[in-house]
């Protein structure tokens, strides 16, 4: 047998010089497509010129102040942050007390129930707007804030169940069993001990459904239709009309703004997870 | 006994209770979407009243009207290529990144992280928008061709199907290459070598011992990945051209503009067969649990 067939596969690419420059150079190629569709949009937003050139026109701000100017964005903005509030506030409560219930009690049909909390996930959102559509709308509701806030709580919440889920089997149940034979009855025990220690977690939680909330698209447009009309269905409709630059401002702070949120939730669950440990 | 019933609280509800007490409110509004997802099932049975309404009368026009005619066949058939091809290119290109991941020093795979789940964080319409500047007839790429000397608008992609492919894979390759990464992780790195000392060269050894070990993450990568394409709305809108009609995006249509909810349910119904049937072919070898681990 040769003897070199001993050294693994891995070592033996790393040792080989071609075979690494290789992997780096294809590393890269992929690197570059995952974020150049990004990139060219916030050099969009700080070209001066209408259409795209290379070499670019010139620096230029004015997107950004025609942006700030025209209250459609402003507007349909908070539009996003009122549904996105209401939604991840409703399903980090609702998702923190069936983590809770799921772990601490381990009802019968643990797993059955588990997959139900998790089926979100895997149902497309057309598919959730459409079945929510039609049943809201005999409900009496039909179209509105309050079918689109039901909406993305529904399609956040499995997010929030895993989340916290992780958070309490790395919280030390005989805490709060301590606290308990101290004197203290469930509800107490929870709000001063359990709660503070995954609370990173449900924070880091919220956050992601935050972010998903912020980003959805087809359960909007099919629960709100012309009535809410939040930020990525404004950029939508503007894109199907004109390409206009503002959309590129409007856009590029809109990524700065969930990437921030996102560094923020990815911040939390690693000090939650250092808890545990 | 005496002492430790001294500060056991007074039970009102058993721990099976509480855990339903506290499952209630989730519960309750899970049910209100299987409710409706599944009277979708009823509907697309339904009677459409032109009008907008629909009446509780039994008919099979729906199934009709959609396998009878050859534009839904179409556009069945395309929602389904668009799967196939997105799914395995990302596989193609994933499982590659997946591995060169394992290999790297903790820092530089934090870094490569960080790039790849920039797509899962950024709004499909930013990122949709940035494809139509490159890809465009005006776009970059355009451009740059133009520059060197290829002529006016050699590349015609935009609108189109390779366009689609092209925006649905960077955010289906993160999808695609976490769960193949969790698995390769999980694999023990002595199992490489005893294949290697037992004579198995590296492409065997790969192909023969790494590769069958970390199917459950390749499988959940392709279920992950396929679902996904195939409930694609916002790309194939706007970067396909007429020809590209995929399900989602005739549901859409028929409940903004026709009503049409009978029809439109059929139409969903059909997604959720095509669903099925991914997700049962690749059930026996991972946990509907582990698919969501990631």
């Known amino acids: ?277 | 006994m005496t002492t430790s019933s001294h500060y056991r609280p007074r039970v009102i509800f058993g721990p099976q209770a509480k855990a339903y007490l506290l499952l209630s409110p989730s519960l309750l509004i899970l049910c209100f979407l299987g409710i409706s997802v599944f009277l979708l099932l009823i509907y697309s049975f339904f009677t459409y009243s032109p009008g907008g309404g629909m009446i509780a009368q039994f008919t099979f026009e729906n199934y009709t009207r959609l396998f009878g005619k050859r534009i839904y066949w179409q556009v069945i058939f395309n929602t389904v290529l668009f799967s196939v091809v997105t799914t395995g290119l990302a596989l193609l290109l994933g499982y590659p990144l997946a591995y060169y991941f394992k290999k790297l020093s903790p820092i530089k795979r934090a870094i490569g992280f960080l790039f790849l789940t920039i797509p899962l964080w950024t709004s499909v319409i930013v990122r949709t928008y940035g494809w139509v500047i490159i890809l465009g007839r005006r776009g970059m790429i355009n451009i740059l061709l133009e520059q060197i000397g290829f002529g006016p608008i050699p590349l015609d992609i935009f609108p189109g199907f390779w366009a689609v492919v092209v925006a649905l894979l960077e955010i289906t390759l993160p999808i695609m290459v976490l769960p193949i990464y969790t698995s390769l992780t999980s694999l023990d790195p002595g199992i490489e070598e005893s294949s290697l000392v037992l004579g198995a060269g590296p492409l065997q050894t790969f192909r023969r011992v790494i590769f069958p070990l970390t199917l459950p993450g390749v499988f959940a990568g392709v279920i992950l990945t396929f679902v996904l394409v195939l409930s694609a709305y916002v790309t194939p809108v706007i970067l396909g051209s007429t020809r590209d009609l995929v399900l989602p995006v005739v549901i859409e249509n028929q409940v903004t503009n026709a009503y049409n909810i009978p029809f439109a349910s059929a139409l969903a119904v059909v997604m959720l067969v095509l669903m099925s049937i991914v997700i049962f072919a690749f059930r026996r070898f991972i946990r509907l649990d582990q698919l969501f681990g990631s």
């Open chain 1, 1 to 277: 047998m040769p003897k070199e067939s001993v050294v693994p596969f891995t070592s033996q690419l790393s040792s080989h010089r071609l075979g690494r420059g290789l992997w780096v150079v294809f590393a890269f190629v992929m690197y570059a497509f995952l974020i150049f569709p990004i990139i060219i949009v916030i050099f969009m937003s700080f070209n001066s010129a209408l259409y795209l050139s290379f070499p670019p026109a010139g620096l230029s701000l004015r997107w950004y102040e025609r942006l700030f100017s025209d209250p459609i964005y402003t507007d349909a903005s908070l539009k996003s942050l009122w549904v996105g509030c209401f939604a991840v506030l409703t399903a980090t409560v609702f998702g923190t007390m069936a983590a809770y219930g799921l772990q601490r009690y381990r009802p019968k049909f643990f797993n059955l129930i588990n997959v139900l909390m998790l089926s979100p996930l895997i149902l497309p959102g057309i598919l959730i707007g459409l079945a929510l559509l039609y049943t809201l709308t005999t409900v009496g509701i039909g179209r509105s804030m309050v079918s689109v806030i039901l909406g993305h709580t529904l399609y956040v919440l499995p997010f929030t169940v895993v989340i916290v889920s992780s958070a309490l089997q790395g919280c030390d149940r005989r805490l709060e069993e301590v606290a308990m034979s101290l004197g203290a009855n469930e509800w107490y025990a929870f709000r001063t001990v359990t709660l503070p220690i995954i609370l990173p977690g449900v924070i880091s939680g919220a956050l992601f459904a935050f972010i998903l909330s912020l980003d959805e698209f087809i359960i909007t447009f099919l629960l709100g239709g012309v009535h809410v009309v939040t930020l990525p269905i404004r950029i939508f409709t503007s894109l199907r009309f004109a390409v206009d630059p503002t959309i590129a401002a409007v856009s590029t702070v809109f990524v700065f703004v969930t990437t921030l949120l996102f560094l923020l939730a990815v911040r939390l669950r690693a000090r939650s997870q250092k808890v545990e440990s």
